[in-house]
């Protein structure tokens, strides 16, 4: 399945598989192809106007999150994404100024194909604009309904609504939370405030006094910030911000901790955060 439809990933799977000696259990896992299926109640806002920026919260148990921001070049381009199953992507960047994120699209279709995170690393692997990311989203089948955000150098806006079964839509809305046209929400555990959130989201942008510091600011608390009741509970694990013309990546919490990563400075460090989704 890679081979027929991300072939330029094969190597770096394979490579993947040999540093590991993975045996077939590990090679099968590493493909995500039809993983088991996992929701993810996300918020993701696109700031199209000066500068740049891709915002989003990540809201998932933190019992089974990688919790790891990776700064990789592995096939010419170098990346800085946050991590899902070693090497998938739950948001990241390139260094030709292409940001993406994913939030669950909320309905219970299931379909044959890959985990949308490998999906998303396939993209900031190959892809330089959001034109081309969108192509790849169109034609690789991915097993669940989610909803991407795109933002590229040229200020290019999309966001791709998927759903397995159905045709490939394709917006330039700026935002995204986890429910697709029809309203529907399948999932109400984690989607519940889906359409208050996105709201939420529509009426900010919409106010001509809103700045990128102040909507940075109101991903950190309520409706967007989410609480979880203890480890396994959902809740929000980091806020995300890609600032597209400086090539550099913070990520947000509440307590005050951020952690910065840019291409310019690719340094390991290693951060203990006071997170809600910890709680």
Not at 74 to 98: F, P, S, Y
Not at 99 to 124: D, K, M, Q
Not at 165 to 191: C, I, K, M, R, Y
Not at 196 to 212: C, G, N, P, W
Request: charged residues 20%; aromatic residues 8%.
């Amino acid at each position: 399945m890679l081979a027929t439809h991300m072939p330029e990933l094969v190597p770096t799977y394979d490579a993947l598989c040999t540093t590991l000696n993975a045996d077939e259990e590990m090679a099968s896992f590493l493909s995500l192809y039809n993983p088991p299926t996992f929701r993810a109640a996300c918020s993701q806002v696109i700031w199209a106007r000066e500068p740049l920026q891709l915002i989003r919260n990540y809201d998932f148990p933190a019992h089974l999150s990688d919790r790891q921001l990776l700064h990789s070049n592995w096939n010419g381009t170098r990346v800085i994404a946050m991590t899902d199953c070693l090497w998938g992507v739950l948001d990241g960047m390139n260094e030709h100024g292409l940001a993406l994120s994913l939030a669950y699209g909320g309905r219970e279709n299931r379909g044959e194909g890959f985990a949308i995170t490998l999906v998303l690393r396939y993209i900031l692997e190959f892809c330089k604009t959001s034109v081309e990311a969108v192509a790849v989203l169109q034609r690789v089948p991915i097993h669940m309904p989610y909803n991407i955000s795109l933002l590229d150098s040229l200020g290019d806006t999309r966001t791709v609504v998927i759903c397995p079964g159905e045709e490939v839509q394709v917006t330039q809305l700026p935002f995204a939370t986890n429910h697709q046209s029809d309203g529907v929400l399948e999932q109400l555990d984690t989607t519940a405030d889906s359409i208050l959130r996105e709201s939420y989201l529509a009426t900010r942008l919409a106010d001509r006094a809103q700045t990128d510091s102040g909507l940075l600011q109101l991903f950190m608390k309520p409706p967007l910030l989410r609480r979880a009741s203890n480890w396994k509970g959902w809740g929000t694990l980091y806020t995300a911000k890609y600032d597209i013309r400086n090539g550099v990546v913070e990520l947000h919490w509440p307590d005050g901790n951020v952690l910065k990563q840019s291409f310019s400075d690719p340094g390991e460090r290693t951060l203990k955060v006071t997170s809600p989704g910890f709680n």
